[in-house]
């Protein structure tokens, strides 16, 4: 496969958030590989980043290593976002199978560095635009937000999909039931 997937180019800066983010950087999706593991580290032990996240902060590079070998190389779907081919984050499609085959369940994580700058939104539309023609029998793609995580939900809504409900006490999160907001996208809603 191709580890190069995908690219797109970004030109634009936020007034007042700038970082050491070039205004042409350009943004990719490409498997997350075990040399990967030092730039994964950085956002998987970051509690801030992990708080809205199913599992807990990583503490180890062990740990780490295991994911990466353990789940990451035998999902399905799941690609590092880059910026200038480094890993910022991840994102990921979890199909469902029997009746639920035509839904699948987007789920992302960003390093916090580069939050709020744009590259969740994009890397979410990128994955909207070629996600349903890499799986044809997928009809839906959703996503749930914690209903405190507001940034995940404004990164769903700028890459189109359609906030449909809160789902109340829905999941547990680090001990906590948890409300959480689905949002979906068809396969056959415009493309942003």
């Not at 599992?55 to 690609?79: A, C, L, Q």
């Amino acid at each position: 496969m191709e580890k190069e997937l995908q690219k797109l180019t970004i030109n634009e800066g936020k007034g007042g958030n700038e970082s050491n983010i070039e205004l042409s950087s350009v943004i990719s999706l490409r498997l997350l590989d075990l040399s990967d593991i030092d730039d994964f580290m950085v956002w998987a032990s970051d509690d801030k980043v992990t708080r809205f996240c199913s599992f807990d902060s990583y503490t180890s590079k062990e740990d780490g290593i295991n994911y990466i070998k353990n789940t990451v190389s035998r999902h399905p779907w799941y690609r590092a976002i880059c910026v200038n081919n480094r890993p910022v984050g991840s994102i990921s499609v979890t199909a469902n199978s029997g009746n639920d085959k035509c839904r699948g369940e987007l789920g992302y994580v960003l390093a916090a560095d580069y939050w709020g700058k744009g590259i969740a939104t994009k890397a979410v539309k990128m994955v909207a635009n070629t996600i349903f023609d890499e799986w044809p029998h997928l009809e839906r793609l959703e996503a749930l937000a914690v209903v405190d995580n507001v940034g995940s939900q404004r990164v769903l809504e700028k890459a189109g999909f359609t906030r449909e409900a809160v789902l109340r006490k829905y999941r547990i999160l680090k001990g906590t039931t948890r409300d959480r907001v689905i949002f979906s996208l068809l396969s056959t809603d415009p493309r942003n």
